[in-house]
C-alpha cells in the first residue's frame, strides 16, 4: 500500500459518519444509501458522497441492485486498516514510555 492511499485510507476512516456507515454496514451485512440514510441524520445525496469515498479506498464494494447500488464491507481491506491503526498506535505507545522516562530522568535528577 502506497503513502498516498494510507493518507486517503486515514481520511476515509477518520471521520465519524464514515465509521458510522461501516459499524451498519457491517451489523446489517450491507445495505444501500436508502436504508442507510434512513438510519443516519444525513440526506441519502451526503449518504452517496461518503460511501464513494468508502469505495475509492476499498473498505467497501458495490454491486448493482435493482435501481440501487448494494455496498459490503471489504472485510480485507477493513483487516488491513485496523493493523495500521494498530502499528501506529504501538509505535505512539513506545515514544510515550521514552518521552516518560526521559521525564522521569530529570524529574529525579533535580532536588525536590
Known amino acids: 500500500m502506497s503513502t498516498a492511499i494510507d493518507d486517503d485510507l486515514w481520511s476515509a ?11 451498519l ?3 446489517d ?3 444501500t444509501a436508502t436504508t ?4 443516519l441524520p444525513i440526506t441519502r445525496q451526503a449518504v452517496a458522497k461518503h460511501l464513494a469515498v468508502l469505495n475509492r479506498v ?3 464494494h458495490v ?3 435493482g435501481r440501487e447500488r448494494r455496498y459490503e464491507v471489504d472485510e480485507a481491506q477493513l483487516a488491513r486498516a485496523v493493523a ?11 515514544r510515550l514510555q521514552r518521552i516518560k522516562r ?11
Open 36 to 39: 442507510l440514510s434512513e438510519r
Open 13 to 23: 476512516v477518520g471521520d465519524p459518519t464514515r465509521r458510522r456507515m461501516l459499524d
Open 84 to 94: 495500521q491503526l494498530a502499528a501506529v498506535g504501538e509505535a505512539w505507545d513506545a
Open 29 to 31: 451485512g450491507g445495505g
Open 102 to 112: 526521559i521525564a522521569e530522568r530529570i524529574q529525579g535528577g533535580k532536588p525536590g
Open 25 to 27: 454496514l457491517l451489523a
Open 58 to 60: 476499498g473498505l467497501v
Open 63 to 65: 454491486t448493482p441492485a
